[in-house]
């Protein structure tokens, strides 16, 4: 079996359609001003069209145009909101794909470093047990809200940042990256699930984020570990999981704005190893990116050009 692999050599069935990775780093790049965030979106128009065809996102694409990733990015998830069920929905989906691929990411740090210790082929073993599970958790949680593996469009994104073909970089991309996003993800979940009165949501997700707050601790000491003796592979180490934590911020939409989608999960991340100033320094560099009055100007903008395309074409 091949080491190393990329992630567009993900297998996966006939029901996924693939989105290319581009589309998730658009808002990590782009600046805090209208018109920059619509130039950005429109150049990769046909990407996101296509992206979409065949899914059940497309209706979200005639209605908003390519200005659909913005579509409520960057705040609070609100049950109260008639997207509401949509973006769970969205969200759900990701986070199936997501365990896939963090299962896949532990699988290949088991057989990418053989030479690596015992303890750490037992974590990562540990780890696609428990990863296997929850990709069978969301399976069921998919159904719960009715959505069917494939129904939207997978990127392979989170592979793709998070795997080095160094052990080091493996595990801060994967397990601190990564997993540290999911606390994220989960723990605003949760809180979805408590504010709709949706206990087998909130239980489901409350049991997988005791397991990701265990992953992400899997990171923490093994970071230090490999690293112990080389204070400088130690900093290239921290300085590549940094750059991946700023493409998952997705241009603040997880952060500790005020008006992020995604708050960072403090305490969890505490809990699993992560230092203040790791925190402190985390919340820095997620905050940049376009406000969410920014997104919503320019989902305005995005959504006249495209009704005005329409009625032209
Ligand atoms: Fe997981
Ligand atoms: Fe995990």
């Known amino acids: 079996m091949k080491r190393f692999i990329d992630h567009s050599e993900l297998a996966r069935d006939r029901r996924f359609v693939r989105q290319n990775n581009v589309l998730s ?31 059940a996102a497309e209706p979200l694409f005639e209605r908003h145009g390519p200005g659909m990733l913005l579509v409520r990015p960057n705040e609070p998830m609100d049950p109260a909101h008639p997207a509401a069920a949509t973006q769970l929905r969205l969200r759900l989906h990701g986070v199936f794909v997501g365990e896939l691929q963090a299962l896949e990411g532990a699988a290949r740090s088991l057989w990418d470093f053989p030479d690596a210790p015992w303890e750490f082929q037992m974590n990562m073993a540990r780890q696609c047990w428990d990863e296997a599970r929850h990709v069978q958790t969301f399976e069921k949680l998919l159904d719960h809200v009715d959505v069917e593996p494939g129904m ?15 052990p080091a970089m493996r595990v801060a991309g994967v397990n601190r990256a990564l997993e540290g996003l999911a606390c994220d993800v989960f723990r605003d979940t949760i809180r979805y699930a408590e504010a709709s009165g949706d206990e087998t949501l909130r239980q489901a997700v409350d049991f997988v984020l005791a397991d990701e707050i265990t992953h992400v601790r899997f990171g ?22 940094r750059e991946v934590d700023r493409q998952f ?18 305490e969890d991340r505490l809990e699993a190893g992560f230092s203040p100033e790791e925190l402190a320094d985390l919340e820095e560099l997620s905050a940049r ?8 100007e320019a989902l305005g903008v995005l959504r006249e050009r495209h009704e005005a395309r329409r009625q032209a074409g």
């Open 249 to 266: 911020s997705f241009g603040g939409a997880r952060s500790a704005r005020k008006d992020a989608s995604i708050p960072i999960a403090r």
């Open 220 to 241: 923490s000491e093994w970071v230090r570990e490999f690293t112990r003796d080389d204070p400088e592979y130690g900093q290239r180490v921290q300085d590549f999981r």
């Open 25 to 55: 780093t658009i808002l990590a790049d782009v600046e805090d001003n209208v018109e920059a965030v619509v130039e950005a979106i429109e150049e990769h128009a046909p990407l996101i069209e296509n992206s979409v065809r065949g899914t």
């Open 152 to 166: 939207f469009p997978e990127s392979t994104f989170l592979f793709e940042c998070a795997c080095s073909e160094d």
């Open 289 to 296: 990116g376009p406000s969410s009055e920014t997104l919503r």
